[in-house]
């Protein structure tokens, strides 16, 4: 497994026309919910830069579909555990995108109801780092709810910068209908934002997954140990430190299983790792 394997798998492009990737995508988006004949799309806007893009392109896209056919929508879910720090960045996204529809659940009932379930039957404490997974599946549920209410389908944030590494949660934000921003880096999401004049503060701001009560805002360069420069130049086939490169292409190995569907008999891509 060497660097150019893993560009080739996750299909980054050295360089990109913001313009142009953000239309392709787009028309990509407005094509598949027309012909599987869905309403629209659902996303959690959390104020950070991913679901930022994906929610204006999902925003324009059925803005589009409704000059032929009326009945698509985007419904944007804001999806705080209790109080969230950095609520003021999800207001001027969603200042920024206009959704048709925005719709507010707290999800922490919810999560304390499965750690308390947990910690009776099992008899000790939920780690914090789980229960953050518990808070990330937790938002998918709401997704899903949503989206089988309103025949919509759930757009998921997954990019290659999160993908090299695993960073995000199996079935939690990893689970989803539509993968609209594959195969772009970090920086190449922040070019299109530019291009579109979202809030520079939104595309600036230090990415967090922001999942851990003890650690709130945890930087993914901090829980990762990497920067996003060092993953953004590594994809775009650039040369990093051999240190980086190795600790690279361990998190690409140690995480396949969470860009493969369940591993059944019929697999044998692990065995290759
Ligand atoms: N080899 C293998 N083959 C098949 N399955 C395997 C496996 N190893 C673990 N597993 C399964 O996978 C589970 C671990 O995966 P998972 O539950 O995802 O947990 P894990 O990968 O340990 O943690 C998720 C990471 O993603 C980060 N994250 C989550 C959500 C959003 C964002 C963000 O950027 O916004 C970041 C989060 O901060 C954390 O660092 C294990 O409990 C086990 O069930
Ligand atoms: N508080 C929240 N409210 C609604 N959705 C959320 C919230 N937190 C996370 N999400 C959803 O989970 C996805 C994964 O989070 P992630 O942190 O990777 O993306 P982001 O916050 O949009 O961007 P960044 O990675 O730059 O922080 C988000 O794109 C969003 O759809
Ligand atoms: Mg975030």
């Known amino acids: 497994m060497q660097q150019e394997d893993i560009i080739s798998d996750l299909e980054v492009q050295p360089a990109i026309n913001p313009d142009e990737e953000y239309r392709r995508r787009k028309e990509f988006i407005k094509s ?136 995000f949660t199996k079935h939690g934000d990893g689970a989803c209908d539509i993968v609209p921003l594959f195969g772009l880096n970090k920086r190449q999401g922040k070019e299109i934002l530019r291009t579109l004049d979202a809030p520079p503060s939104i595309f600036e701001k230090t990415p967090t997954a922001d999942l851990e009560d003890d650690r709130p805002g945890l930087s993914d360069e901090e829980a990762l140990g990497l920067t996003y420069e060092q993953i953004d130049d590594f994809l775009e086939g650039k040369n990093v430190s051999a240190e980086v490169e190795q600790k690279l292409i361990r998190y690409y190995k140690t995480t396949e299983h969470k860009r493969q569907t369940p591993v059944s008999p019929q697999d044998h891509w692990w065995k290759k790792l």
């Open 32 to 167: 598949y919910v027309k012909n599987v004949k869905a309403n629209g799309f659902v996303l959690g806007l959390s104020g950070g830069q991913d679901s930022t893009l994906l929610g204006k392109m999902a925003q324009d896209a059925v803005e589009e579909l409704r000059r032929e056919d009326p009945h698509y929508q985007f419904i944007a879910l804001r999806l705080p555990h209790g109080e969230q720090y950095d609520e003021d960045d999800a207001k001027k996204a969603i200042d920024f995108i206009q959704p048709d529809r925005t719709v507010t659940i707290n999800i922490k009932p919810a999560v304390e109801a499965a750690v308390q379930s947990f910690e009776r039957a099992l008899d000790q404490d939920m780690r914090d780092f789980d229960k953050g997974n518990n808070k990330a599946r937790e938002r998918m549920k709401v997704h899903y709810d949503v989206a089988a209410a309103y025949g919509l389908l759930v757009l998921g944030t997954d990019h290659a910068a999160e993908a090299i590494t695993g960073f």
